[in-house]
């Protein structure tokens, strides 16, 4: 018989999973309006259970970048046309009406709830006494919603809004900065720079804040670890190499373990359980579209061949990753989520050291560049079979490295980004897609890197729109 404390946290859950979910459906999230018998949690108690239980703070990530970056392909034209969704076949070929009128647009309406979740937490603590006795428990559950809150911010920013430029930043467009829990308040834009300066300082003073945390071995959990690596992604997107820098070198003094792909059994389709050493922060991409679903049955879609072929056959990546479907096309296996079949787009040490050795490089430290690298690789090829990779230069060091980063991070929904931030280092990258006869291209500097928000958000409420 269920215990009142889970009564009381599954009311309340369930009460504000209601609000998030009847207002996504309806369209009018912002106009849905509480319900005075609503349960409304009030306790440390109250509110560590919403935050162990919501399922909505672990699939927030934007799958759009999975479903356009070059990391696929699809197997024929007639495959292309029998996608589930409008938004999948146009993502795949940059179409600049990505959404046709399709609605409830989960790349950007699930991100927002989790949002809405975090906003209801924090004012929950707003009314709860501060004491001796509970001081450590208060700042805990604090760090965990700013955490979640910077994170998903960050998933916006980077899908929905340019990216970061010191120069533009301030005239650029952010995203809504929703930092209250009320249904009622439409936000216009902020500037890029406020946006991020919000990321920033949330996920700052959640590294604070879980420093005082109970250790836990559930990688869904925030941790002081977690906050130190998502500063490390976030500096790195911003190009402030050495803020990254020295985040990463936080987050790797408390956990710099890698499994090593050996111990790994290559036959299995869920290569890594969900709580592994590598695993910081574990989260998922929103649950959206088949493509970007990893399983047999998929074979709509196969890994991109010019990428595939970038293994070597003694990097054992390229049978712990990958696996042939029916037809002989190799498709992804289930990677670090653990038994979820959706895109892993969470924190993990591996991701560490690829910013640390970019990093390096990036400062002319060669040699200790290419030895982190070097590092992370011995734990992914054959045992005795592996040769270190060789740098003379800097940019000899970054291209390596870069490679490296495709490879290891696949279907992570980084891809996307770092095509967009490499261009930006002048990296002229420019990606082609063939389909039917006809060749689509996207080039360094078009505006389709930024998804555009969805028509029905852009109607509800105004904003403005990103240009196409």
């Not at 054959?382 to 490295?401: G, N, Q, R, V």
Request: proline share 3%.
């Amino acid at each position: 018989m269920k215990n009142r404390l889970t009564i009381k946290i599954n009311q309340a859950v369930g009460c504000l999973l209601l609000l998030l979910f009847t207002g996504a459906c309806s369209d009018k999230f912002l106009d849905a309006k509480p319900n005075s018998d609503i349960v409304t949690p009030s306790t440390l108690e109250d509110l560590e259970g919403l935050l162990e239980n919501a399922n909505v703070l672990n699939t927030v990530s934007p799958a759009l970048p999975l479903l356009s970056a070059d990391e696929y392909e699809f197997i024929d034209y007639e495959n292309w046309q029998a996608t589930a969704t409008a938004v999948e076949r146009n993502a795949y070929i940059w179409k600049s009406d990505l959404y046709e009128g399709q609605e409830n647009i989960r790349d950007w309406n699930w991100p927002y709830q989790a949002i809405f979740y975090c906003n209801s937490i924090l004012e929950a603590l707003e009314k709860i006494q501060v004491t001796d006795l509970n001081e450590k428990r208060y700042n805990t559950v604090k760090g965990k919603a700013l955490f979640f809150r910077a994170f998903t911010f960050f998933e916006l920013a980077r899908n929905f809004a340019q990216s970061y430029d010191a120069a533009n930043a301030k005239m650029a467009m952010g995203i809504p900065l929703r930092l209250h829990a009320s249904v009622d308040q439409v936000l216009k834009r902020s500037s890029l720079e406020e946006t991020y300066q919000q990321i920033v300082t949330d996920t700052k003073s959640s590294s604070w804040l879980l420093k005082f945390a109970e250790k836990n071995t559930n990688t869904n959990n925030p941790s002081v670890c977690a906050a130190y690596a998502l500063l490390a992604r976030i500096y790195l997107n911003m190009r402030d190499y050495d803020s990254a820098e020295n985040y990463v070198d936080s987050a790797l003094s408390i956990n710099n373990k890698l499994i090593d792909y050996n111990t790994v059994d290559v036959a299995t389709a869920t290569p890594f359980p969900k709580n592994h050493l590598e695993c910081i922060f574990n989260v998922t991409a929103v649950q959206a579209y088949n493509v970007s679903y990893k399983a047999s049955f998929n074979t709509a879609v196969k890994i991109s061949s010019a990428l595939f072929d970038e293994y070597k056959e003694n990097d054992l990546r390229k049978v712990l990753f990958f696996e042939q479907n029916s037809l002989g096309n190799f498709f992804l296996k289930r990677g670090y989520e653990g038994y979820g079949g959706y895109a892993f787009s969470g924190l993990a040490a591996d991701e560490l050291y690829l910013i640390k050795a970019e990093c390096l490089a990036r400062r002319g430290n060669v040699e200790e560049a290419m030895g982190k690298l070097n590092f992370l690789l011995s734990f992914r090829y054959k045992k005795e079979e592996f040769t270190e990779e060789i740098a003379s230069t800097a940019s000899e060091a970054l291209d390596i490295i870069w490679m490296e980063r495709r490879k290891e991070l696949i279907w992570r929904t980084l891809r996307w980004d770092d095509i967009k931030r490499l261009n930006m280092e002048g990296a002229h990258i420019t990606i082609q897609r063939e389909l039917n006869g006809k060749t689509y291209t996207l080039s360094p500097k078009d505006n389709k890197y930024i998804f555009p928000i969805p028509d029905d958000e852009i109607r509800l409420s105004g904003i403005a729109q990103n240009p196409r």
